[in-house]
């Protein structure tokens, strides 16, 4: 079945330490995006891709970073310099304009 | 700027009982729109989406939405509610982007609980 792949669902780093979250879909889709959630604040843009090789920040860029060297997988580095990176973070993609976003089903950052 | 306010936080109905999500969004042009559902600890899933056309939408499990330019607003119904709907919702405005794809706007979401 087609899907986006989040991995690790759960994932514990200490402060100072860069960390990889890993997306990877299969549904043949143009545009991926990362979003984080925190309680409350519903979910905010951190980066998207429209094509491979290209990316674009979004609302709350700072402190991370993205690659975009296949169609299939658009890795996200949370880095040290991130203030805050403990939340709940979700990859999704999209085809054409109309269609909305599938969305993974998220990996936990804990930052201890 | 895009903008989506979810006025309330939580809601609680029975079982059984019909439900009323509010949105409102603020958008210069004509908007795009969506509602997603989240259960805890997992991704979204879309519910229902508006582009043009009919201002009364259909989507899964029940659920519609109904589009209202004048009010700005796009508020979520169902007309009889089920203990699995219990969850966190979401409305969400967006826009084309040049060279495809679209972005998204989320509001601050709606946690539903159900009482049986």
């Known amino acids: 079945d087609g899907g986006i792949t989040q991995s690790p669902k759960y994932l514990f780093r200490k402060e100072g330490q860069n960390v990889t979250l890993s997306c990877e879909q299969n549904?043949?889709?143009?545009?991926m995006y990362w979003y984080r959630q925190d309680p409350g604040q519903g979910l905010r843009l951190i980066y998207y891709?429209?094509?491979?090789?290209?990316?674009q920040k979004g609302d709350i860029a700072e402190g991370y970073s993205v690659s975009r060297e296949k169609k299939e997988s658009f890795p996200l580095t949370v880095t040290s310099a991130q203030k805050n990176p403990t939340a709940f973070y979700l990859c999704?993609?999209?085809?054409?304009?109309?269609?909305?976003?599938?969305f993974g089903s998220g990996t936990r950052l804990t930052v201890v | 700027a895009q903008s989506v306010t979810q006025p309330d936080i939580h809601i609680t109905v029975s079982e059984g009982a019909s439900l009323e999500l509010r949105c409102n969004y603020s958008?210069?042009?004509?908007?795009?729109l969506f509602w997603y559902v989240q259960s805890p600890g997992q991704g979204l899933q879309l519910l229902l989406k508006?582009?043009?056309?009919?201002?009364l939408v259909q989507g899964i499990k029940g659920f519609e939405a109904e589009f209202k330019r004048s009010q700005s607003s796009f508020n979520l119904r169902k007309p009889s509610v089920h203990w699995s709907d219990a969850a966190e919702y979401f409305c969400?405005?967006?826009?084309?982007?040049?060279?495809?794809?679209?972005?998204?706007?989320f509001g601050t979401g709606t946690q539903l609980k159900v009482e049986l």
């Open positions: 999704a993609s999209s085809i054409g304009t109309t269609r909305g976003y599938t």
């Open positions: 549904l043949n889709h143009d545009a």
């Open positions: 891709s429209q094509i491979v090789n290209d990316f």
């Open positions: 958008y210069g042009a004509t908007p795009y």
């Open positions: 508006y582009f043009s056309g009919d201002t």
């Open positions: 969400a405005v967006g826009y084309i982007l040049t060279g495809g794809g679209n972005k998204l706007t």
